[in-house]
């Protein structure tokens, strides 16, 4: 029987079966007069791929650190020869920086809530989603993002994170100003400082995230907090939790 080589990352019928289970499957179906089975090949398009490296290189980096994600670990998780990488990347640099914008990426949807267009109702509920986030596995992107965070100066990458944290803030800083010009939010509020206050609750959920502080989302300790914070925004007569 001709078998033809497996694009790696590929699914088949047979996945994973040594070549001689696999004759044996053939066998077998040959017996009961079925087509045997042929290997396939699958081939992904240029942009699925390069997202399943990425989400390759997030799992590595939230399980080893960003020190200890090496090319072959983030090849081994994605599924694909070294090589491959390069098609995509120039290095390993490249690939921490993609994967850190895709945690942007994921940072801005947690404020995106659809048909909502109360600013400080959706500052309210993008802090339940936030919170609701947290109990899923690797808190969505909490858990890669601290550990970025958390990542040496000799890496390189300080200058990209802290620019990612600002630009949180500058999301968040939008809101208000948008919340305000619309009489949804207090006219003399601090837009720095509410905003501000917003992140900060969000990264210790992303903290205790990290710890496994699971308890502490179910119970929603963070809600307490964040709706005294955005009350005390509230304009008169508005909407208070």
Known sequence: MRSSSHDEGASCPCKRMSV????????????????????????????????QIVDA??????????????????????GVAQGTLYLYFRNRTEMLLAALDSIWTEMQGVVEIPG????????????LKHNELMTTELGGFAVP????????????????????????????????????????????????????????????ENIACLVGLTEFFEER???PLRSMILDDAAPEGGCRA
Not at 57 to 78: L, Y
Not at 116 to 127: A, Y
Not at 149 to 163: F, K, N, T
Not at 177 to 182: P, R, T, V
């Open 116 to 127: 909502e267009t109360n600013e400080l109702e959706r500052l309210r509920k993008g802090g």
């Open 221 to 223: 300790r963070s809600e």
């Open 20 to 51: 001689l289970s696999l004759s044996m499957c053939s066998v077998d179906k040959i017996v009961a007069g079925q087509d045997p089975v042929k290997p396939c090949r699958r081939t992904l398009p240029p942009d699925e791929r390069k997202r």
């Open 57 to 78: 290189v997030r799992h590595v980096v939230a399980e080893h650190g960003v020190p200890n994600t090496t090319v072959s670990r983030v090849a081994e998780a994605a």
């Open 145 to 204: 993002w601290v550990e970025f965070i958390a990542a040496p100066a000799g890496m390189g990458l300080r200058g990209a994170v802290g620019e990612t944290q600002r630009r949180a803030f500058r999301k968040l800083r939008e809101i208000v100003e948008s919340g305000k010009a619309n009489g949804q939010i207090r006219a003399d509020v601090d837009s720095d400082q509410l905003a501000w206050e917003w992140l900060m609750l969000a990264w210790a």
